[in-house]
């Protein structure tokens, strides 16, 4: 009965390689967020979807690019791999939207540990 | 953009003692979240609480928003309460509604 999902759990690649890390929640929401968390324990959104539509976009390298096939699942590809962008990314979901002077309670998934070598 | 801090950043304890965390921020905000990372890294959200107290169990949380702070406390710490605490607060995001914007963490241990 999980409620956020995400596959892989630790993703070990070398350096300008592809990757893609795959989120589903099975809560009914209708929105889905990317999150990044650096070394030193930061968390940064960096991606949004609303029922499939993108709705924050962070200033993120265009070699990540967020993908929603339907509202339940969110993916994350990353292209090129660097160094840099080893982290734990975590997928979360909210039942509503955020509008401007509102968000809603958010729910994490496990998150995925990408070491790039 | 906005400024979350959260002291102290560091928290040891006995189990059993009581614990204040405190969560700063530099600007006004609409709502604001705690959260609670295990030592296992799952996120689990523990408040929301734009203003005003909310009482969960042994936690309870108190956000001042005239003033810009927002307080954990955590009673009868037992060692599952071991962790990093974060608080987040709702900003402006370039799309024009809100995004969350994590604040520094708090790392406590529980002492058995």
């Known amino acids: 009965d999980t409620a956020v999902s995400q596959t892989p759990k630790y993703l070990v690649t070398q350096m300008g390689n592809d990757k893609s890390i795959k989120c589903e929640q099975n809560?009914?929401?209708?929105?889905m967020y990317w999150y990044k968390q650096d070394s030193k324990k930061f968390l940064k959104i960096m991606f949004s979807?609303?029922?499939?539509?993108?709705?924050i976009n962070e200033t993120v390298p265009n070699r990540f690019s967020p993908k929603s096939p339907d509202k339940a699942h969110l993916n994350l590809h990353i292209n090129s791999l660097e160094l840099g962008d080893s982290a734990v990314y975590f997928c979360?979901?909210?039942?509503?939207?955020?509008?401007?002077?509102?968000?809603?309670?958010?729910?994490f998934g496990p998150g995925t540990r990408l070491t790039v070598l | 953009g906005i400024q979350v801090e959260q002291s102290p950043p560091d928290l040891i304890l006995q189990e059993g003692a009581n614990s204040t965390l405190r969560c700063n921020f530099s600007?006004?905000?609409?709502?604001l979240q705690w959260f609670h990372q295990n030592p296992w890294g799952q996120l689990i959200n523990l408040f929301y609480?734009?203003?005003g107290t909310k009482q969960n169990g042994r936690l309870s949380a108190t956000t001042v928003a005239t003033e810009r702070y927002s307080l954990l406390y955590i009673s009868s710490s037992q060692t599952t309460d071991s962790g990093v605490y974060f608080c987040?607060?709702?900003?402006?995001?370039?799309?024009?509604?809100?995004?969350?914007?994590f604040g520094t963490g708090t790392r406590l241990t529980i002492i058995p």
């Open positions: 979360a979901s909210s039942q509503e939207a955020p509008l401007r002077g509102y968000t809603d309670t958010q729910y």
């Open positions: 809560l009914g929401h209708d929105t």
């Open positions: 979807y609303n029922n499939k539509e993108l709705i």
């Open positions: 600007d006004s905000v609409n709502n």
């Open positions: 609480i734009p203003s």
């Open positions: 987040a607060v709702a900003s402006l995001s370039n799309f024009g509604n809100e995004k969350l914007t």
